[in-house]
């Protein structure tokens, strides 16, 4: 559990969302190191011929071991309750019951080039808007994993009593109880710490507590750099 003090009184942050930002904050870091590494792979192959070839192999170490692998790392211990095998096996049976199947995208947009005839492709090779649209279901796959992965987890310790690894925040809820403050003048204060709580990101309420409490300013950054986010000084 993360604590702050906000308006002299305590803040809690379950443990439960901080794993869920931590997580999102990691997938979007190994999202950028895929794209470094696709795009010097793409440039290595000098062809659109020579990228059809291992495409949906290089798509699947890609979302396999810097998305699923990464993921399933950064839960302490985890091996002596989900072998990755298991873990692997069931990230794929998973994303297909639940209607986007890994790497189907990277499939289907891969097929739908290879109907364009070989001049078209070798002109799109150079235009970085063709590399990009085959990274697209690449990064895409990643934050399926993303939510896969929560979704396992949360899974396989409720079976053995344990309470959700992961808990997304609670976004309408917060904002209901932020647009209640804005009009309480007695429980002011305190409603928007029940509001944060519920949701550290709300940019709406983060927002206002900056540009309405300074005197707070310095534990909101705080709070946002918790969840790995910054907050403008040009808010003020």
Request: hydrophobic residues 40%; proline residues 3%; glycine residues 2%.
């Amino acid at each position: 559990m993360v604590e702050y003090t906000l308006f002299g009184q305590k803040i809690n942050f379950d443990s439960a969302m901080v794993k869920y930002f931590d997580l999102k904050y990691l997938i979007g870091e190994k999202v950028k190191e895929a794209q470094r590494s696709f795009f010097e792979w793409y440039q290595e192959c000098g062809s659109f011929e020579a990228v059809a070839k291992t495409y949906i192999e290089q798509a699947t170490k890609l979302v396999g071991k810097l998305a699923l692998k990464s993921a399933y790392d950064s839960v302490a211990s985890l091996e002596d309750t989900l072998p990755y095998r298991t873990y692997l096996e069931a990230s794929f049976s998973q994303s297909e019951k639940m209607g986007f199947a890994l790497l189907s995208g990277c499939r289907t947009t891969l097929a739908e080039i290879q109907r364009l005839s070989p001049q078209e492709k070798n002109n799109m090779y150079s235009l970085p808007q063709f590399r990009n649209l085959l990274f697209a279901p690449i990064e895409k796959d990643f934050w399926t994993a993303y939510a896969l992965h929560m979704h396992l987890l949360n899974r396989a310790f409720n079976e053995i009593n344990y309470p959700n690894l992961y808990t997304a925040p609670s976004e309408e809820e917060s904002m209901a109880i932020f647009q209640k403050a804005t009009k309480s003048h007695n429980e002011k204060e305190k409603l928007l710490i029940q509001a944060l709580e519920l949701w550290p990101l709300n940019e709406k309420l983060v927002g206002y507590i900056y540009v309405n409490y300074p005197q707070e300013r310095s534990t909101i950054i705080n709070i946002m750099h918790s969840f790995h986010e910054e907050i403008s000084m040009d808010d003020e």
